[in-house]
């Protein structure tokens, strides 16, 4: 397969996207993505056309498009399928798919990819950067809220950390001070071990309060209902 030459893309119209139709709170107006569709399939060609390349692109340019494309990708499964009540219920009668992340629907330069295929086949064992869980959103309740704007690279530390601490703050997916956190810090574990070198560690670079090393944490059950404002709990 032919190897990219691509130079780094703009995501201003993903920015504009997400403005209109994701609160500041994160939760997402499908409907408006809907009615937006020609601009949302005009950002998803510009990615398509480009594919990142250590060639042309640094490094946070290449995890800023990923983060990107994971997002707008998953917004693009969801409206297209809209209503649903969880985006696991998209999987239904399709063949040969396991799950909602292993459909094969993204196409970039030649390449054709599935949500699976960017989180753990990319981003995960290239990057090395755990807060890329606070910042991929599965557009469900439970997820980090799904940032409205884009990803940048000028901002990428700024925004992940952010992310990060916003994550730990947010009440609705994490309680801290109660030692109960997100599944996602048990899925994930090995990521944050190995950035931090114990999950509470890492935990206690962004909580808003410090977590003893030897504290037993408890994982909250994870809400797959659609991220949207009428699903808050």
């Known amino acids: 397969m032919k190897v990219s030459d691509s130079k780094p893309v703009s995501h201003v119209l993903w920015s504009e996207l997400l403005q209109d139709h994701v609160s500041k709170d994160g939760w997402v107006d499908y409907k408006g993505f809907q009615k937006d569709s020609l601009k949302l399939k005009e950002y998803l060609n510009l990615l398509s056309s480009g594919h990142p390349n250590d060639k042309n692109w640094s490094r946070d340019e290449q995890l800023a498009y990923w983060i990107n494309a994971y997002n707008a990708y998953t917004v693009k499964l969801i409206t297209d399928h809209y209503p649903v009540q969880s985006i696991k219920d998209i999987k239904n009668g399709i063949p040969f798919v396991n799950t909602v992340w292993d459909i094969k629907f993204i196409n970039i330069e030649g390449h054709t990819y ?17 807060r890329i869980h606070f910042a991929i959103n599965c557009a469900s309740v439970s997820c980090p809220r799904l ?19 916003s994550f730990l703050a947010d009440p609705l997916r994490n309680q801290v001070e109660k030692h109960r956190v997100s599944s996602i810090f048990s899925w994930f574990r090995g990521d944050f071990k190995k950035k ?21 944490l408890a994982f909250l059950d994870y809400n797959w209902q659609l991220n949207e404002e009428k699903n808050k709990p």
């Open 196 to 216: 931090s070198g114990s999950l509470v560690k890492f935990i206690n670079q962004y909580a808003p309060e410090v977590v003893q090393e030897d504290t037993d």
């Open 114 to 130: 599935d949500l699976n295929n960017i989180e753990h086949g990319i981003i995960r064992p290239y990057f090395n950067e755990p």
């Open 147 to 165: 940032l409205n704007e884009a990803y940048t690279a000028d901002q990428l530390e700024e925004q992940l950390t952010n992310a990060a601490r």
